[in-house]
């Protein structure tokens, strides 16, 4: 079936259930990110692959949202259809919610599966939606009663994280979280988001691609910590490490009952953001429910000494792939043929070589041309390019180690590149140094410090529509909350021992991409009397191809940040690499 198809058939079991509009979200039961195929549900419907969007149809229209990452490959992926796109974040464009709210009048009804949305998307729906008079049910998983060969609920293998990499036990982890519901005075604390979990019991899994995570929730009270879970999933040796730290585990469809049951008397405290309307359905009504921001996201963000240590050593394995990767790229470019994916496959291969890896921690995006210009994109082999000596190439890739996770972007700077684009690269890296390279009050807040990296850019009308970077977990997912750098506002302080990407780019459609991305990790600078000072100190080390720049552009300071963050990458990395790669590093990472 195409999607008009799908959408049709849809219908007809909207006009049996008695709705007149029906959303299909991208998130899971546990409002994850990324998720696994059997919840792929609006990419499905709607032939839309991206990780960000959300499908919305009523008996005679349909419509699909997305952020400015996705518009280009939106454009193409629904030509042909009748879903409309819907460019969210531009001037006039209605939300799915504002969209419904003037589509259906007064006593019409939208439905949706209450496990694929949250209580605070739920509660702003249904404010603006009973204005009007619409009705709103959440029972109706219609997804399920159409898509007939829907891949089954993964039930990967989970294994122990050695406290070697973690620095702390699960039982020392479920304290702090239990110190902190004392704070909020709550009995019992439910988890959905799947790395938080994952982080907490010190488990890691492969039920989602490249996020190291397994299916599950948790509940947390003042004297036992439960694991809902498919029980065939855990092996005896984990079983015996859970139950050791005082973990019970049980089945995961059990949550349900479990919340049911919970005493009238007690309270609760959970995420509104990350918990969805089946859990809080489930709970008594007599409960007191505490709304919190969620406790593990923030404990989990601010990395320990361990996790911090395992950290920089996983970045050298990784550099070490990524210098033997642009080797190799220089010595063949022109000389074999090499596609956008060979370069995927080729750098993949390169990272299962380092020791400890156990991935990559994304699909490796390699842009090359105008391919560059769409910030997530993937080739396949219909769409990919085949690489010349010339252009530029946005190569956005990351590995999955045991002692933590890498984010890296680099635009890959050919022989024969235009003055627009190598004018592109310098600014791009203007606006990163800018960010990189600033010295700021503790108390900032990513959406604070966003500004930094754009002004360059503003100053000559040039932007990127998405956020400048986000915190990356340890052997979990790359997109780690609570903190990230974006004009979106947000209230969370960036810590002593968080880690966030700065990746400012410029995206020019039908010709090509730069982003330039290094993970940080924020530091204490000096202390005065107007307070502590913070810094972001780079922890990523790849060059940062000289090619694309015209050093005219750049100031002494500029030029500075440049030399010492080169130096410090070929001290680091030269040590591990054999005669050939020291001597293309030198020459990458010489002093301009």
Known sequence: MNANEKIQLLRSHMKKYGLDAYIVPSSDPHLSEYVADHWKARAWISGFTGSAGTFAATMEESGLWTDGRYFIQAERQLAGSE??????????????????????????????????????????????????????NKSHDIIADIWEDRPQIPSCTVFSHDIKYTGMSAKEKIEKVRE????????????????????????????????????AYALISTDKAYLFINPEKIADDVRRTLEDNEIEILDYDAVKEKLEKLDNKQSIAFDIKRTNCWLYDSIPSGCR?????????????????????????????????????????????????????????????????????IGISFETIAGYKDHGAMMHYSATEETKYMLEDRGIMVLDSGGQYLNGTTDITRTIVFNDITEEEKTDFTLVLKAHIALASTKFLYGATGSNLDVLARKPLWELGLDYKCGTGHGVGYCLSVHEGPQSISPRPNNIKLEKGMIVTIEPGIYREGKHGVRIENMVLVVEDEKTEFGQYMRFEPITLCPISLKGINPDMLTEQEKKWLNTYHRNVFETLSPYLDEEEITWLEENTRSI
């Open 83 to 136: 879903i409309e796109l819907f460019k969210m974040g531009n001037q006039g464009v209605p939300s799915y919610t504002e969209w419904i709210a003037h589509k259906l009048k007064s006593g019409e009804c939208v439905g949706f599966d209450g496990k694929t949305l949250s209580v605070h998307s739920f509660r702003e729906m249904e404010k603006k939606l009973s204005l009007k008079g619409i009705r709103i």
């Open 180 to 215: 902190e519901m004392k704070k909020v005075n709550t009995d019992n604390y439910l988890i959905s988001s799947l790395d938080d979990i994952a982080w907490l019991f010190n488990i890691r899994g492969g039920d989602i691609p490249y996020i190291c995570v397994a299916i």
């Open 289 to 357: 429910k505490i709304e919190v921001d969620e406790i593990t996201a923030t404990l989990k963000a601010v990395k320990n000494e361990t996790e911090i240590e395992n950290i920089k050593k996983c970045q050298i394995n990784d550099g070490i792939a990524m210098i033997k990767f642009l080797l190799w790229l220089d010595k063949n470019i022109g000389r074999q043929e090499i596609s956008e994916i060979t370069v995927s496959e080729k750098l993949k291969q390169l990272r299962s070589e380092q020791p400890g890896n």
